[in-house]
């Protein structure tokens, strides 16, 4: 279910046309007047300020409005929140960049093919360890709530796409990638990614899978057209095995708070050559750990599982970052509007 919603190319375009700033509730009361969004939110954050608003129905038809404690999914943006994952363990020495999978994993996967030995963290990490881009459709819904270690297990049994170097957007790359940061941390990739990241930016509201409890769910496109609620089940996200992919949500607030730390580069949190290392594009996407750059060096990446859709933008030039999400994965009709949301958010549009 995870893919990257849009092109990187398609998403960095709008970036060199971004209109003047609006303020966040007037986005989000825009966004949720569209038929096929049942609710947004909208944010902006810059080193002294920070402002969330939402709009809209829990539920499509429903007369429960959103809050802004509510938690959305963002799929895909967990991606940069795995690399950070990375950054904190390479600075505490457990891991290096240029770890390969064989050093770290070739004990505990011994049946991994010859080509996955020398692909590194940093190949994962940049979409470019060649891996395929999912595990099976088929084997995702035998594997269901099974151990991450037997979806890393048939990805490492399987022959590379290509060569190391190139770029393959893979789901599973991040998955090993969680692995390796499991296998040196010694400790799920959920417990070192709360005690890493989320606790130390004060992400409170962070968790993984769909929302529980009365809350904001997920949508997708119904057989017959309009919206049909995802609910709270096991259909209401991907398998949890493909947690460092892109499996986590947060309240609005908690994803600028931590947009913040990639804005300001807080040096509290990690050196500063490690930010540098995060958010360096490479490859022939240009794609840095998590991110999609800009030639201005801006920050974006989009995430879906198909039942939700979110952006964050991230321009160091201008001092700010913005994040919009809406709780519809229909990518058709939510995909335009919430670009725009994000162009009329931002107040410093790159050169």
């Known amino acids: 279910m995870i893919h990257l919603a849009m092109t990187l190319a398609a998403l960095l375009v709008w970036s060199t046309s971004v209109a003047a700033q609006t303020a966040p509730q007037d986005v989000a009361d825009a966004l949720a007047a569209y038929d096929a969004v049942p609710a947004a939110t909208a944010g902006r954050v810059t080193a002294d300020d920070l402002a969330a608003a939402v709009a809209g129905t829990r539920l499509v038809d429903g007369s429960d409005m959103a809050a802004l404690s509510d938690v959305w999914h963002v799929g ?7 690399a950070t994952l990375a950054a904190r363990l390479v600075a505490d020495g457990l891991i290096q960049w240029d770890s390969t999978i064989g050093e770290v994993l070739g004990e505990a996967f011994p049946q991994m093919q010859a080509d996955w030995q020398d692909v590194t963290l940093t190949h994962l990490l940049t979409h470019g360890s060649g891996m395929e881009a999912n ?20 990805m490492l049994s399987n022959q590379p796409l290509e060569a190391p170097g190139g770029f393959a957007y893979s789901n599973a790359g991040y998955v090993v990638a969680g692995a390796m940061l499991e296998a040196v941390g010694e400790d799920s990739w959920e417990a070192l990614i709360e005690r890493e990241v989320f ?3 004060s992400m409170d509201s962070a968790g993984f899978g769909a929302p529980q409890g009365n809350v904001i769910e997920g949508h997708s496109r119904g057989l017959f057209g309009g919206l049909t609620p995802a ?16 499996r986590v949500h947060l309240s609005a607030e908690d994803m600028l708070r931590y947009l913040r730390a990639h804005l300001l580069r807080d040096t509290g949190f990690l050196p500063d050559a490690l930010w540098e290392d995060l958010h ?19 920050l974006v990446h989009s995430g879906s599982n198909t039942l939700w859709y979110a952006v964050a933008y991230v321009d160091p030039a201008g001092g700010e970052a913005v994040f919009v999400a809406v709780n519809s994965g229909d990518l058709d009709q939510v995909a335009g509007p919430v670009d725009e949301a994000l162009r009329a958010l931002l107040s ?4």
Do not use: C, F
């Open 280 to 298: 360096r594009a490479v490859g022939p996407e240009g794609y840095a750990m998590g991110w999609g750059v800009g030639e201005d060096g801006s």
């Open 135 to 154: 595990l099976g459709r088929i084997r995702s819904i035998l594997l269901g709530d099974g151990p991450r270690a037997d979806y890393v297990r048939e």
């Open 199 to 201: 606790a130390p930016l």
């Open 231 to 246: 609910g709270q089940g096991n259909g209401a996200d991907n398998i949890p095995a493909m947690g460092p992919a892109g």
């Open 76 to 82: 895909s943006l967990t991606k940069s929140m795995t």
């Open 348 to 351: 410093h549009p790159p050169d």
